[in-house]
């Protein structure tokens, strides 16, 4: 049970000061989001050039009253802090698993590396332009998403009385998915408890369908981040988790100590983070900041 319940009338009191945390955080946020959306009102207003972002198409919306969809200086607030706390936590936690697997599977590290080496070379860190040519690495990221999903549960309500596998779903009750059994169902995928990059290959089993494997919920065997409403921080993750794991094994190796495996048990919190923090010792194997004072 949580404790505001286990207290009683008194969790209204806020004797820990969480409530209290919680509001000067939420306003300091708010005050920073109306400074930038006043700099960008402003920039606007004075006929300067103004900055194609996405704070310029949400306020473009806001000032549009014939806007199919009605937004107000609240809802873009809400919008934007959806967009970074989807796109921060659960893009570490995707980058712990990421990291851990490929430690406990040291095929799929080196050749992880090989990639690279031959895509990339030494000479330089790996770019944005260039993850879609690392088709490994984006294997990589959908296997450890498809196994350790940064959220186990969704949930959506019903539009109208159904009937699934006869059970009665009445309309507007909420229904939810979980995400985590779906992603492991062994009549979706083979071994589904195993860590295999090469599932996401062009050259596995013709029974999967390659050309639909995206994970932003176009395909209902592997959507990590939802489907239909979707998370609006799927995008940013993405691009810090492809762009992250590639430098990692760019450019260091990873020790455990005594050579064990990683404990890989999974914590029953909401972001699905491990239980035991990830341990590892980095070793250079490209030095970044000599790369970087190269260019």
């Known amino acids: 049970m949580p404790l505001e319940h286990r207290l009683g009338p008194l969790s209204k009191l806020d004797l820990f000061g969480y409530g209290k945390r919680l509001k000067s955080l939420i306003m300091k946020f708010d005050t920073l989001i109306e400074k930038i959306m006043a700099e960008h009102e402003n920039d606007r207003n004075s006929g300067g050039k103004e900055r194609k972002d996405i704070m310029v198409l949400l306020l473009e919306i806001y000032r549009d009253e014939n806007a199919e969809v009605k937004l107000s200086r ?3 607030k809400s919008f934007l802090m959806e967009l970074f706390m989807a796109g921060t936590d659960s ?12 430690i406990n599977h040291p095929q799929a590290f080196k050749k992880r590396r090989e990639e ?3 895509v990339v070379g030494s000479t330089r860190l790996v770019e944005e332009s260039d993850i879609p040519n690392l088709p490994y690495l984006q294997a990589v990221v959908k296997e450890t998403l498809r196994l350790h999903p940064s959220a186990s549960l969704i ?3 019903c539009d109208k009385d159904c009937k699934i596998n006869g059970y009665d779903v ?3 009750e909420r229904v939810i998915f979980d995400l985590k059994a779906i992603m492991r169902d062994p009549n979706s995928w083979e071994n589904p408890l195993d860590f295999l990059p090469q599932r996401f290959t062009t050259d596995f089993e013709e029974r999967y369908d390659h050309s639909r494997m995206d994970v932003r919920g176009q395909n209902l065997r592997i959507f990590p981040f939802g489907s239909g409403r979707g998370c609006p921080g799927a995008s940013l993750a993405l691009a810090v988790i492809h762009g992250a794991i590639a430098r990692l094994v760019q450019c260091f190796d990873f020790e455990v100590q005594d050579g064990q495996r990683l404990n890989m048990e999974e914590g029953s919190g909401f972001s699905g983070a491990m239980v035991h923090p990830l341990l590892c010792y980095p070793v250079t194997h ?3 900041l000599e790369i970087a004072n190269k260019i």
Do not use: Q, Y
């Open 91 to 102: 893009t570490s936690v995707a980058l712990h698993w990421a990291i851990a697997e490929l």
């Open 170 to 172: 009445l309309a507007n």
């Open 74 to 76: 609240t809802n873009i």
């Open 116 to 118: 690279i080496n031959t």
């Open 286 to 288: 490209l030095n970044p």
């Open 155 to 157: 949930f959506r309500r």
